[in-house]
């Protein structure tokens, strides 16, 4: 089972350039991660598609609580599905 780092910061204080350096780092390969492929390498732990796949049917916009009771079991479907550690983000 994967490991999750949760990378936790203020909108517009380097995010996106942390993201990089800690994929590339990460990835150890001599060429560099495009930045395109971030969130494939490293997954938004919000996204639609994660809280569909452990609860489909829920309603177009989730309510804070919906949320909150699903991040648990999204979260460990990531870690299922990645089994290196994998860093994941959040704009929630």
């Known amino acids: 089972m994967g490991k999750i780092l949760w990378l936790a910061s203020y ?4 995010n996106t350039w942390t993201r990089a350096f800690l994929g590339n780092l990460m990835r150890g390969q001599s060429t560099p991660l495009d930045l395109e492929d971030l969130t494939r390498f490293m ?4 996204a639609r598609r994660y809280f569909e796949a452990v609860a489909p049917g829920l309603s177009e916009i989730l309510s ?3 949320a909150a009771a699903q991040r648990g079991p ?3 479907m990531l870690r299922r599905i990645w089994a290196r550690p994998t860093i994941t983000w959040s704009r929630s």
Do not use: F, H, R
Request: glycine residues 8%; proline residues 14%; charged residues 20%.
């Open 43 to 46: 997954p938004l732990d919000s």
């Open 11 to 14: 909108p517009k204080s380097g």
């Open 74 to 76: 999204v979260q460990a």
């Open 64 to 66: 804070s609580e919906q």
